[in-house]
């Protein structure tokens, strides 16, 4: 599976809501399982450290499900984790789920957009992200502008890739720094044609 660069993807819905637990002793199924997949995240983003990361994520996330399996934030955090250990069937099932549960958030479009990149499955991640751009004054509109962005040019569509990242310094001009970040990371990588192209970009 291609790796696309996806640089806010375990921390963004970590910030979606506060987790804190009551100060009484009453249990909060919503609250436990929002505290439970905050912990499974942050594992999750260290996963390549050790593999005993990989397990407690999947520990505190299949908690954060048992408590509220319908809660769309839970859901993508598994269906993160399940992309991330190859479970792309799985992942897909829960993507496809909370895009149509909630079609009216961008976020979960574009991180399905992302996912459905990195399967290299073009056609059908420019659809995610458009619907996603298609939301006026969501405040993911940036992310999918710059995912997006990353995605048409690891699929030599220079031309959308020109469109999204312009729309995105307009949008946003503080996405710079990021783009610029992740042509550090292509670079590393030896993705060297991405890498210019991004230097470029933020140039303009």
Request: glycine letters at 6%.
């Amino acid at each position: 599976m291609k790796k696309l660069l996806m640089l806010f993807s375990y921390f963004l819905i970590i910030i979606l809501s506060g987790c804190q637990m009551k100060s009484n002793d009453e249990f909060d199924p919503e609250k436990a399982a929002l505290a439970r997949m905050r912990l499974g995240l942050g594992y999750l983003a260290k996963a390549n450290e050790s593999e005993e990361n990989i397990k407690a994520a999947h520990y505190n996330l299949k908690l954060a499900a048992q408590y509220s399996p319908d809660n769309p934030q839970v859901m993508l955090a598994m269906a993160m984790f399940d992309q991330h250990v190859g479970e792309y069937n799985e992942a897909e099932m829960i993507y496809k789920r909370i895009t149509l549960m909630q079609p009216g958030n961008g976020l979960y479009h574009v991180h399905y957009g992302s996912f459905l990149c990195g399967l290299n499955r073009y056609q059908e991640a420019k659809a995610q992200f458009e619907q996603s751009i298609e939301l006026d004054r969501h405040r993911w509109k940036a992310d999918a502008y710059e995912q997006y962005g990353y995605c048409a040019i690891q699929n030599n569509d220079k031309k959308t890739a020109d469109l999204m990242f312009k729309q995105l310094f307009q949008y946003d001009g503080n996405r710079r720094d990021n783009v610029k970040k992740a042509a550090e990371i292509y670079q590393k990588k030896g993705d060297i044609k991405i890498a210019n192209y991004l230097f470029s970009v933020t140039k303009e």
